[in-house]
């Protein structure tokens, strides 16, 4: 471990030092050639941060010292359950940390969903966590947000859980077969040939957290569906986690048809982002009409995750974030228009 070099403070600068029990791997909370150190340095431009042994002296903006002392305590947390720090993790725990949004890092971050394939599916975000224990909570839960939030990818994680742990007897997976402008129509080959490029990422997910080789026998035997809502009619699914992705590509009466598929000791999840419709022009989003209808209503949550909970590259945030300017912009020469 190398010392980090003092930079310039003013003599009147508060001062404040943290000391770890003498059992703590430094190492573990500074990472390789002391990187997580430097995030933490980039992340408290106001701080001098410097170590020597097993203290971190600060120095500095005496709210930014707070802040730095919760991050070394919250990250102490996780590192003590055994799970690796990183880079992300540490980005992720002070970005919790100066949201005025209650709860721990730790408690984000220790979280697990599932362990398959040699990784840990956990939340990354208190979003992501409330989001996943309203799924343990409600018997339909709506996952509402832009791309890369995890809103699929974690409700699939959770159907995983629930079939392995013997909650359930079967996962069904669907979304409607509708993007950008295409229909099946136009697309060559069989009608299985047809469905697949819409069913692709639920597939792609899937094999993130089952093992390939059992899925053709889980798939044959009828525990694991894969299927375009079409096919959820006049059905009633019982002792089943289905989910429901791109959402947002259902008419209301494609809507209230899937959500009265729901059976006995099943459990439904519903994920959506309702700036992202690709349904042809004048008709109505399933999505965004259901929740006036269905809000209040007893053991039926909606939970919405925002650009601060995309777990993607970090680009796919700022992405995000601009087309919502973006259109919000658009949105008001459209109103100036009109007047």
């Known amino acids: 471990m190398t010392e980090a070099p003092l930079r310039p403070v003013e003599r009147s600068s508060p ?33 001098d941060i410097h170590v020597r042994g097993n203290e971190f002296h600060l120095a500095g903006d005496v709210g930014e010292m707070a802040v730095a002392e919760r991050l070394i305590d919250e990250l102490l947390a996780v590192s003590s359950t055994g799970q690796p720090l990183n880079r992300d993790a540490v980005e992720r725990s002070i970005g919790m940390l100066r949201s005025s949004a209650t709860g721990r890092p730790a408690d984000v971050l220790t979280m697990n969903i599932l362990s398959a394939r ?31 939030t995890g809103k ?50 639920l597939y792609d997910a899937l094999h993130d957290m089952v093992d390939p080789d059992s899925i053709p026998r889980l798939m044959a035997a009828g525990t694991i569906e894969v299927a375009p809502l079409a096919f959820m009619r006049g059905r ?21 048809m899937f959500l009265t598929r729901l059976g006995f000791g099943s459990k439904m999840v519903i994920t959506g982002d309702t700036s992202q419709v690709d349904l042809p022009r004048g008709t109505s989003s399933g999505l965004k009409v259901v929740e006036g ?37 658009a949105g008001a020469r459209q109103r100036k228009d009109k007047k």
């Open 15 to 47: 001062t404040h030092t943290v000391v770890l029990p003498d059992d703590v791997q430094m190492v573990t909370l500074l990472g390789p050639r002391d990187e997580l150190l430097r995030t933490m340095e980039r992340a408290f431009p106001q701080l």
């Open 118 to 148: 040699g990784r840990t599916i956990r939340p990354k975000t208190l979003n992501q966590k409330h989001y996943v224990d309203a799924i343990d909570t409600n018997t339909i839960v709506f996952g509402l947000g832009p791309a890369g």
């Open 152 to 201: 699929t990818y974690l409700a699939m994680a959770k159907a995983v859980a629930a079939l392995q742990a013997k909650l359930v007897n079967r996962i069904i997976l669907t979304r409607p077969a509708v993007e950008a402008g295409e229909r099946l129509g136009f697309l060559p080959g069989t009608l299985n040939d047809k469905i697949d490029p819409y069913l692709r990422p």
């Open 236 to 256: 009633s699914l019982n002792s089943s986690f289905i989910v429901l992705d791109e959402a947002q590509n259902t008419s209301p009466e494609q809507m209230k």
């Open 293 to 329: 209808i269905l809000q209040g209503v007893e053991d039926i949550h909606f939970a919405t995750l925002t650009s601060d909970d995309v777990v993607r590259h970090r680009l796919v945030s700022q992405i995000v974030d601009a087309y919502g300017r973006h259109d919000a912009r």
